[in-house]
């Protein structure tokens, strides 16, 4: 009895150490994506609901990126390329995608900046990123985009040589495929909907 006792006890704390080791894979990742939008680690920028300070007189020059992954049928870019703007200060900016396809397609976007070290001075407020976007066929749409940049990335040391921070935005036909790139894992979570933040919507054209 004592030998049976003994195996099934093996047997149960070897089912939980197999059972534990599952459910910690698949917390990996959100775990990992919180880390990254708290501390701006591997390019992701800070997300939360900080009020952008105002103008302190300094200015940065942001680009805009956009790209789209192998397999989905969009033509996706920003309306506008760079803009300088007023560290501190609230902006908005519009990325456009048009569906390509005769049949309506759905996508989903993720985002990060360079440099990396940057990340953490990138304040972003409302985006289209992670919400599934899905165009009918040859329709094109305009995505918004709410950000502010601290001014504090000009005093920081290890970011006073930074002059110009680029967004970027890649297109994805499902999370799924995001995964498999290895990109969800570095990508900010989603924060601001249209209907929590008042921002602009998404416009149809």
């Known amino acids: 009895m004592s030998t049976r006792r003994n195996n099934r006890i093996v047997a149960f704390s070897f089912l939980g150490v197999v059972v534990g080791m599952v459910g910690l894979s698949f917390a990996a990742i959100p775990l990992y994506q919180m880390f990254c939008a708290a501390t701006?680690?591997?390019?992701?920028?800070?997300?939360?609901?900080?009020?952008?300070?105002g103008g302190n007189g300094q200015t940065i020059r942001v680009y805009f990126n956009a790209d789209v992954n192998p397999g989905l049928p969009w033509k996706?870019?920003?309306?506008?390329?760079?803009?300088?703007l007023p560290m501190g200060e609230d902006q908005l900016a519009?990325?456009?995608?048009?569906?390509?396809?005769?049949?309506?397609?759905?996508?989903?976007?993720?985002?990060n900046v360079t440099p990396e070290k940057a990340a953490k001075y990138f304040h972003k407020t409302?985006?289209?990123?992670?919400?599934?976007?899905?165009?009918?066929?040859g329709?094109?749409?305009?995505?918004?985009?709410?950000?502010?940049i601290d001014p504090k990335i000009a005093t920081d040391p290890s970011t006073a040589d930074v002059r110009s921070i680029t967004l970027s935005y890649t297109f994805y036909r499902s999370l799924d495929d995001a995964e498999r790139?290895?990109?969800?894992?570095?990508?900010?979570?989603h924060v601001g909907s249209d209907a929590t933040t008042g921002q602009p919507p998404a416009r149809a054209n």
């Open 181 to 189: 790139t290895g990109a969800l894992a570095k990508a900010g979570p």
């Open 94 to 111: 519009f990325y456009r995608a048009t569906n390509q396809a005769k049949t309506p397609v759905t996508g989903t976007a993720l985002y």
């Open 139 to 148: 329709e094109t749409m305009e995505f918004p985009v709410n950000f502010w």
């Open 126 to 137: 409302a985006c289209f990123c992670f919400d599934k976007q899905t165009l009918t066929a």
């Open 76 to 84: 996706f870019g920003p309306e506008t390329r760079q803009i300088t």
């Open 40 to 53: 701006g680690f591997g390019g992701t920028p800070k997300i939360g609901a900080a009020v952008a300070p």
